[in-house]
């Protein structure tokens, strides 16, 4: 007998709302090609009531004091740890992810939201002196009103976490567009919310398609921030029409980031991290490390051992497979004609290069770890990211070469060396156009404390997490009293 499929709807006003149209999307699960549930195919409609919500909700949450607002966060936090199994099982289904990984991101999310909830009692200002006697002045954070918060589906929960438990400590309230192809965790998110105490309101979440539900949430004049994580082109297009209402912008886009294993590098350790960096959540992370740049002496020993270890990375869902399929069917066509543009272009497949033959992967949305050599710096798939489990390989003569390709996409995101020399670490580290550079480790992001974000086409200059999330999230005010000695008597 067949199951019956869920449709999962909007949440807005703290609770379940249909799409005024009525209009459903096909979600499938990309592991098995099935058809697994259907989510509110939103229109403007929808993302106006929830809009309206949001701003209902504004005076109360904004008026509560940023540790009563923390306390309320910390108690979403503790429901999360709590039902930590069931966020992960819903990450797992959705996104292919295999369970140790899709734990992994729910213990990213949580840390996240701990991080923020805590700020609370750390919302600090600024106490300035003043050229005039008497006069004291300081700074307060004060919230900017309703927050736009659209994001991907390649990490979900962390990405919810990562936007919305910093635009709430602040006193925002949020409309969060989930990702079409992670609709279900957004919704659980927004139901463990409301049962820790979130009041109505104050978190929605619309569901549906970016150019429908995700254009309206940027269109609406009454959005004051839009925190985007996304591809560049989308960023682009929303910088262009919410900057021309000046509402504040901050975008986390795309990356082509490069790894650089030096002549004197662990090679062992450099394989690891450049294996991680590139094939792990099947390379859909914008911090991918998707060139691998290696110095000319240990080129064949490093490839050969990296094509080894690709090779004997395991495909599936089952705990402790290295990495599942991508999100969807288009995606995976995507890549595919990708790796078929670079083989036209001159590039040697040394391994992978297609969707595996493996009967149990078949239906899926799967693509083998591959790695390519034999490419121009200059070829689409050495500039161009690709979201998925693709590497290339580029031998260079030195470091100096080795900064000037990293350097030479329009991107900025993140970068790695290799190296047991200090100087060379630092030299590369100072130099590489990326917001984040790391020495010995693979292209991976940051910790909740920690800021991330990009150079060029990789962002617009932002800064989330970290303290610098804050400044997205909140206006800055400067207050100023006199104190006037006559008064003293
Ligand atoms: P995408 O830009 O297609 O979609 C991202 C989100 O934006 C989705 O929710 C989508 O519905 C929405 N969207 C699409 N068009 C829109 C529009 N016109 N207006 C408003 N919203 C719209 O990206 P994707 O393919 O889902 O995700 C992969 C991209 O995200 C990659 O480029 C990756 O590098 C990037 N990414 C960046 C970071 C970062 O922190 N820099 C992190 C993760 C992913």
Redesign the pocket.
């Known amino acids: 007998m067949a199951t019956k499929l869920s449709h999962i709807p909007n949440w807005i006003n703290g609770q379940e709302a249909r799409p005024a149209n009525n209009l459903w999307i096909d979600k499938f699960n990309p592991h098995s090609g099935e058809l697994l549930c259907y989510v509110a195919d939103s229109s403007a409609t929808d993302v106006h009531d929830a809009i309206t919500a949001a701003g209902n909700a504004f005076s109360l949450w904004s008026e509560l004091t940023p540790i009563k607002r923390g306390q309320v966060l910390s108690n979403i936090v503790a429901s999360m740890k709590r039902r930590s199994d069931e966020l992960a099982d819903c990450i797992a289904l959705e996104t292919g992810k295999p369970p140790q990984d899709a734990k992994g991101e729910v213990g990213g999310g949580i840390l996240q939201a701990e991080y923020f909830a805590g700020e609370g009692m750390r919302l600090y200002g600024r106490s300035l002196t003043s050229g005039t006697p008497g006069k004291h002045s300081h700074t307060v954070r004060q919230p900017r009103g309703i927050a736009g918060l ?6 979900p929960i962390a ?1 919810i976490c ?1 936007k919305t438990f910093p635009a709430l400590i602040c006193g925002n309230t949020v409309v969060l ?5 992670s609709p279900r965790i957004a919704n659980l998110f927004a139901q463990l919310a409301k049962e820790a105490g979130l009041p109505d309101g104050v978190f929605n979440v619309v569901q ?4 429908s ?3 309206a ?2 269109e609406d004049s009454r959005v004051a921030v839009i925190s ?8 682009r ?2 910088a262009e ?1 919410a900057g021309k209402r000046l509402a504040r912008i901050s ?5 082509k980031n490069s790894l650089v294993v030096c002549d004197d590098a662990d090679l062992d350790q450099a394989v690891h991290w450049a294996s991680l960096s590139a094939f792990s959540n099947a390379g ?5 490390g998707s060139r691998v740049l290696v110095f000319k002496d240990i080129y064949d020993s490093f490839r050969d051992k990296f094509v080894a270890k690709a090779k004997s990375l395991r495909l599936g869902v089952s705990a402790g497979c290295d990495l599942g399929p991508v ?1 969807n069917k288009r ?1 995976q066509q995507n890549i595919l004609a990708a790796i078929e543009t670079a083989r036209a272009e001159g590039g040697r497949v040394l391994c992978g290069g297609g969707a595996p033959a493996d009967p149990d992967l078949k239906a899926g949305y799967y693509i083998q770890p591959t790695v390519i050599d034999g490419l121009q710096a200059s070829a689409e798939l050495s500039r161009k ?1 690709v ?1 998925g489990p693709v590497v290339t390989l580029h031998p260079v003569e030195n470091l100096a070469v080795a900064l000037k390709v990293s350097n030479s996409t329009e991107y900025g ?1 993140t970068a790695a060396i290799h190296t047991r020399n200090v100087d060379r670490a630092m030299w590369f580290a100072q130099r590489v156009k990326a917001g984040v550079a790391n020495i010995n480790l693979g292209t991976f ?1 940051s910790e909740p404390h920690m800021p ?3 150079f060029g086409a ?2 617009n200059g932002t800064r ?1 997490p970290g303290v610098e999330a804050l400044d997205v999230y909140s206006e800055i005010k400067n207050i100023s009293f006199l104190v006037n000695l006559d008064h003293l008597n």
């Open positions: 659209i994001v991907p589906a390649n990490t990405n990562w567009k989930a990702a079409e192809d549906g398609q970016g150019q539900a995700g254009a949430l940027v985007f994580t996304g591809s560049t082109n989308v960023g297009w929303i029409v975008l986390e886009l795309g990356g859909q992370r914008c911090a991918s999100i995606q990211e979201f995101l992001g991330f974000g990009g990789s962002g989330e």
